[in-house]
């Protein structure tokens, strides 16, 4: 495998399941992202992970869990979600140094639906 | 609030022209910016990111301008092909050295 892998690539789910979705990253990056893409709206970043340490976390409602075991492996837990949860959810990796603006590269991508 | 606009209507170009697309932010200011290309049902592909210190930026048929004073970015294609149909997303850093803030994307349809 190469680049950065998601699965599944699609799922459905009722209002009161749990699913997880995973991230894999083979490029040896130390910073992991998950990304929230609705329709007609921009990318919104949810959760960053550097160096397996949560760094940001943009105001996500609780229903949604991340973890990161180590640097190339991100998770993202889902719990109790809601109809408008439905979205394509990106993960991302990047290799960050000194704060400088790199290239993000993304996986394909989980389309979630919650019924 | 930070806020970065793309062109808001898709844009319909034929086969051989040049393409440009805009990017507008306001209450930012960037150390950089990048372009990236978005596939249906694919995840963003990173195409070019310009500095704050650079004015352009070239990759084969790709040109990037980034003026700080008009807080502007235009994206350009030469000679567009059909293959370049695509939603292109403009990013700006955010408050960490981590995080992007994107645009909504500008959908651009090259037709033969």
């Known amino acids: 495998e190469t680049g950065v892998t998601q699965t599944p690539r699609h799922l459905v789910m009722g209002m009161t399941n749990k699913k997880s979705l995973k991230c894999e990253q083979h490029?040896?990056?130390?910073?992991m992202y998950w990304y929230k893409q609705s329709a007609k709206k921009p990318l919104e970043l949810m959760f960053v992970?550097?160096?397996?340490?949560?760094?940001e976390n943009n105001s996500v409602p609780s229903r949604f869990s991340p973890e990161c075991p180590n640097s190339s492996h991100l998770f993202l837990h889902l719990h109790t979600l809601q109809p408008e949860d439905s979205a394509l959810y990106l993960c991302?990796?990047?290799?960050?140094?000194?704060?400088?603006?790199?290239?993000?590269?993304f996986g394909p991508g989980t389309r979630l639906t919650v019924l | 609030s930070q806020k970065i606009e793309q062109n808001s209507e898709a844009l319909n170009i034929q086969e051989g022209k040049t393409a440009t697309l805009t990017c507008n932010y306001t209450?930012?200011?960037?150390?950089?910016l990048q372009w990236y290309r978005q596939d249906p049902g694919r995840g963003p592909v990173f195409l070019l990111l310009?500095?704050?210190?650079?004015k352009e930026k070239r990759k084969e048929r790709l040109k990037v301008t980034f003026d700080t004073t008009l807080k502007q970015s235009l994206f350009h294609i030469t000679a567009s092909q059909p293959a370049d149909s695509a939603t292109y997303l403009c990013?700006?850093?955010?408050?960490?050295?981590?995080?992007?803030?994107f645009g909504k994307g500008t959908s651009l349809l090259v037709t033969p």
């Open positions: 991302a990796s990047s290799q960050v140094v000194s704060n400088e603006g790199v290239e993000q590269f």
């Open positions: 490029l040896g990056h130390n910073a």
């Open positions: 992970y550097s160096l397996e340490e949560r760094v």
């Open positions: 209450n930012y200011s960037p150390a950089y």
């Open positions: 310009i500095r704050e210190n650079e």
């Open positions: 990013a700006l850093d955010g408050d960490s050295g981590y995080a992007l803030n």
